[in-house]
């Protein structure tokens, strides 16, 4: 039943986002309580109300259409609309994702508030699993494999750094969205370079508790959890200049241009080159950058966003 009623929903967000004009004939589902979205996509299902909460996590489909599948954004234009004709609370998972959204949206809504997503707590047990093949020093990516990510550049950035003849190698491990094709092909075409894939969780700790650096020069992201997750092991990330991941890390990681494989690969260098102070020097100072991102902080956040929602006056809906 529920993989029927999921495959009804999403052809009818298929049929929303081709015909929006669709709305006068059919009517969207109407729900008299405020109503939490944890993705502006799940608002074209729903009419939406002033005292609704939604969660914001990136602009990206707008923003950078290119690097989603086809229809994704005439999808979020839906979305949005909808949600700057509502005027809903708006929380948002960074302070660059709400700048984002003010950039194109404005600020005119009642609530527009920054939650930051916690690190996973169960991630830091102590059962882990080694991922055969892996040699003993290695970078580590994790995340969807695909454009979005950069990881074609972070191969080239590695083949070009020569690492792979001082025994490092580059394990990129994931599941795939757009792009992804094009990336393993390359990884296969690369000396050191291995991409085992979806790992699961007690392997991801292996890899975290034993990698060398942590590389993400994303070209988009909305918070960046596998850069504070690996920050919480100590390693130290590699990762794009501005935006997200560098609101996330602070002013410790190493910071290249995303766009520029000779400065990956130099980054890349500067990570294998650390010496053992300052290593210890930058993580503790990562490790101070992260602590904001607990779930403590998580639930006073989201306790207040809901507060304000379920005590609002009742308004009228709005298409």
């Avoid at 909460?53 to 950078?64: F, N, Q, S, Y």
């Avoid at 882990?128 to 080239?156: D, H, W, Y």
């Avoid at 020097?281 to 991102?293: A, D, E, G, H, P």
């Amino acid at each position: 039943m529920a993989r029927v009623l999921g495959r009804l929903a999403r052809m009818e967000v298929n049929m929303r986002a081709q015909w929006p004009f669709s709305y006068q004939v059919l009517a969207p589902i109407s729900h008299s309580r405020p109503m939490v979205f944890t993705d502006p996509r799940e608002c074209v299902l729903y009419q939406m109300k002033a005292r609704d909460v939604v969660l914001c996590h990136d602009m990206g489909p707008l923003t950078h259409p290119d690097l989603y599948s086809p229809g994704v954004r005439e999808l979020y234009a839906l979305a949005f609309d909808r949600i700057k004709a509502a005027k809903p609370f708006m929380l948002f998972v960074s302070e660059a994702s709400r700048s984002d959204f003010v950039r194109i949206w404005g600020s005119d809504f009642p609530l527009m508030q920054v939650v930051y997503p916690p690190i996973r707590t169960g991630m830091k047990r102590d059962d882990a699993r080694a991922v055969p093949g892996i040699p003993a020093k290695f970078f580590l990516t994790v995340g969807s494999i695909g454009a979005r990510k950069n990881q074609m550049r972070c191969i080239e950035a590695f083949n070009a750094s020569d690492l792979a003849n001082e025994g490092y190698a580059y394990v990129i491990c994931g599941g795939p969205e757009p792009g992804a094709e094009q990336v393993i092909k390359l990884a296969q075409d690369t000396p050191g370079v291995m991409v085992p894939g979806y790992v699961s969780d007690e392997e991801l700790r292996w890899l975290y508790k034993n990698a060398n650096g942590f590389v993400l020069p994303s070209l988009l992201e909305g918070f960046g959890l596998p850069a504070a997750e690996a920050i919480d092991y100590g390693l130290v990330p590699l990762l794009g200049r501005g935006g997200a991941l560098q609101e996330v890390a602070g002013d410790s990681a190493v910071y290249v241009d995303p766009l520029d494989v000779a400065d990956i690969s130099a980054g890349m260098r500067s990570l294998a080159s650390l010496s053992d102070e300052e290593r210890d020097i930058r993580v503790t100072r990562l490790r101070n950058s992260i602590k904001r991102f607990s779930l403590e902080n998580a639930v006073v956040a989201w306790r207040s966003a809901l507060i304000l929602a379920a005590s609002s006056p009742s308004t009228a809906l709005r298409s």
